[in-house]
């Protein structure tokens, strides 16, 4: 079950592609939004063909939980640079590390996984 939710944390990684600067109001609402759709497109093909026990509710949950950990994590410079990463699809080291602490977060938070 552990590594089906690493995929699901590198699949989010991929799929989002926000570029937004101090989220607040609207933003934050339309980059949690995207993010959490990008995430659960992925999330559900993902899932379909490792045959990964989760409902699409949990998914979701879980989608729409890293969105918000990304929107109340990221500092204004991570942010601008995330259009770079979705562009080149080369992920730094510090977006990989808020992204897995965001998995960790969301995953002990949908389904009590620590």
């Not at 934050?28 to 379909?48: T, V």
């Not at 410079?77 to 998995?103: H, M, S, T």
Request: charged share 25%; proline share 3%.
């Amino acid at each position: 079950m552990r590594l089906s939710c690493l995929l699901l944390i590198i699949a989010s990684i991929f799929c989002m592609q926000p570029s937004y600067a101090q989220i607040k109001g609207q933003e934050r609402d339309d980059f949690i939004s995207e993010s959490a759709q990008a995430c659960l497109s992925s999330a559900l093909k993902l899932n379909s063909q490792t045959k990964a026990p989760y409902t699409a509710r949990d998914l979701k949950s879980y989608c729409v939980c890293i969105g918000t950990y990304l929107a109340d994590t990221l500092t204004d410079k991570q942010q601008i640079e995330l259009e770079k990463i979705a562009k080149e699809r080369i992920v730094p080291k510090w977006y990989a590390d808020i992204n897995n602490a965001g998995g960790r977060y969301c995953m002990n938070k949908v389904w009590g996984i620590k």
